[in-house]
């Protein structure tokens, strides 16, 4: 009984710190957005006039990036998937870390992008104040240890519960010899 006390809120604390730490990558993914969006209005006003192959085509820069390229000018979207009524109402680590994959994947696509429309232009590139792989890699170890130890006390639990079925059957068995024992004996 005690260790469940104990076990219990180090689960949730560590699911806590797992949320926590998915927030602050997504909110530090939006804040590298607004800085892609800055740099290229930085391009725009410097090199706009520049022509480049855009889309198979030679336009502007400006050209470019109003016409093909205008999500690239404007902050990203993501939608959330609606849950069924039968799921859990609070997020598990897997769903978080999922969202800030969603989120990065299309930041590091945005980036390329930009990037390749930046260096045809001849403009300086977008280079993010520091590289977020690392933190999204610290994210996913910490889920895949979190999900493991999830993993490894459902198993406790399961032993335990097999182990005291074993002892209630091997108590009904001997109990039952007793008795039968006792009648004839008796």
């Known amino acids: 009984m005690l260790t469940v006390v104990f076990i219990i809120p180090a689960h949730a604390s560590e699911q806590s710190d797992i949320r926590n730490k998915a927030i602050e990558l997504r909110i530090t993914i939006a804040r590298f957005e607004l800085d892609l969006q800055q740099s290229l209005q930085n391009a725009l006003d410097t090199a706009s006039g520049q022509v480049i192959a855009c889309k198979s085509k030679p336009r502007t820069l400006r050209a470019c990036l109003t016409g093909p390229y205008h999500t690239l000018m404007q902050p990203p979207i993501t ?52 590289n977020l792989t690392p933190d999204m890699d610290n994210l996913r170890k910490r889920v895949l240890g979190y999900m493991e130890d999830r993993r490894s006390r459902s198993l406790w639990r399961e032993k335990l ?22 009648r004839f004996r008796g």
């Open 79 to 130: 939608m959330i998937k609606a849950r069924t009524q039968s799921a859990k109402t609070t997020n598990s680590p897997l769903q978080d870390l999922e969202t800030v994959e969603e989120r990065f994947a299309i930041y590091t696509d945005r980036v390329n992008t930009a990037n390749d429309l930046l260096s045809r232009a001849g403009a300086p590139l977008f280079i993010p104040a520091r």
């Open 161 to 182: 519960v097999v182990f005291a079925c074993g002892i209630a059957v091997l108590c009904a068995v001997f109990g039952g010899l007793y008795f039968y024992l006792r």
